[in-house]
Every structure is written in C-alpha cells, then in structure tokens.
C-alpha cells in the first residue's frame, strides 16, 4: 500500500515517519527528493539557475536554497514558476521509487513524506492519507525553541502554507501531535496495527 503522510512546518511529520519506519514502511522523503533532482549538473538546476539568475547558485555550484527561498518566498508569481520546474520533476522521481519499492516487495508498506500534499499531490491516487495535525501556536513555539527561529520568520512560515483545515480535509487519519510523544506514538502504533482495516474503509 502507498501511505501519504503530510502536515504543516513543525507538526511531527519526521517524528510520525521515523515511527512508521520502525514498523518496518519503507518512507520516501519529499525533500530529500527535491535536494535529489536539484543536485549540481541536474537539468532542473539548469533551470532554476535560467529562471532565476545566477545568485541562486552557492560558490560550491550547489543550489543556494537560502537566496532562492528568499527570491519566492513572498512573491506567488515567483513561487509558481518554480513550482513549474520542480514539481514534475519530484513527481516523476517519486514515482520511480515507489516502483522500485514495490517491485522489492509488493506487500511492503510505502510511505511518502510530502509536506505540500494539499499544494500539489492531493490527486494522486493514495491507499491512505495521515495528517500530523497541531495548533499553529504550537507549532510556531517548536520553530522558536527548537529550531532557535525568530518569532516572526515562525509564524510567516506557518502563514506561507496552507492552512491546517484544508490539509485535515484531505486526512483519512488526523495524528493529533499536540500533546506529548508518547501520545503522538500510540496514535502511529494504533494506524499501523489497523492499516488493513482503514484502507479497506477509504476504498470502501
């Protein structure tokens, strides 16, 4: 089965995801996918680099993530011709290694890390979605604490996304991780051991 696991900056997803993975899902991080198809010498750098300039390449040739972000971070026309370069490209890559995953085995339980699944995955033909799911207070105070983050680059983080309910619209399972750990693990531990059961309800 292929498992969709998203939520909002801050919420727990790593943490759901590590869990999952104990249990034995192979997890496909969305991120890592991304640095994968923007790596020097990629034709998606390429065109990053032709859409954008040459100040969003480091002095080692990598992608300056950094100066980008703050290219698109508050202009959506920007934002969208990026979207333009990179989301076919993680699409395609993503897809591949759900293959790869599934011809290993085709029972194994695949798990896609994406945190823009309401931007742009949502139609993709998932057994399951999981939602991490925390009050964006909350979450704003991790990225202060945890990530040492200013205040008001938190909270402009959690604003630039979407906003929580339409990501719990997408949710068959919403993971409440707004209390502690081990609460957040029980619910992981319960959506694994009924994984079979919660499928057949969302194909029902």
């Known amino acids: 089965p292929l498992v969709a696991l998203t939520g909002g900056i801050a919420s727990g997803k790593s943490t759901i995801a590590a869990r999952l993975a104990a249990h034995g899902a192979e997890i496909v991080d969305a991120d890592r996918i991304v640095r994968d198809v923007q790596a020097p010498g990629s034709p998606v750098l390429d065109r990053i680099v032709a859409a954008f300039g ?3 390449v480091a ?32 699409r395609e890559e993503s897809a591949r290694r ?5 011809a290993a085995d085709p029972d194994r339980v695949v ?12 139609d993709d033909p998932w057994d399951l979605v999981l939602v991490a799911d925390a009050p964006a207070d909350l979450r704003i105070r991790r990225m202060v604490e945890l990530r040492g983050m200013d ?8 604003a630039a996304q979407v906003d929580d309910a339409a990501r719990r619209a997408l949710a068959d399972v ?6 502690d750990l081990a609460h957040t693990l029980r619910q992981v531990d319960a959506v694994w051991d009924g994984l079979p059961s919660l499928i057949a309800a969302r194909r029902r």
């Open 54 to 56: 040459d100040g969003v």
């Open 59 to 90: 002095p080692d040739g990598t992608l300056d993530r950094a100066a980008l972000g703050a290219l698109v971070f508050a202009d959506d026309d920007a934002r969208a011709r990026l979207n333009a370069i990179v989301h076919p490209a993680v």
């Open 98 to 102: 759900f293959r790869t995953a599934f």
């Open 111 to 122: 798990v896609y890390d994406v945190p823009l699944l309401a931007e742009a995955r949502s």
């Open 151 to 158: 205040e008001a680059d938190a909270a402009a983080r959690v």
């Open 174 to 179: 919403v993971i409440d991780t707004g209390g």
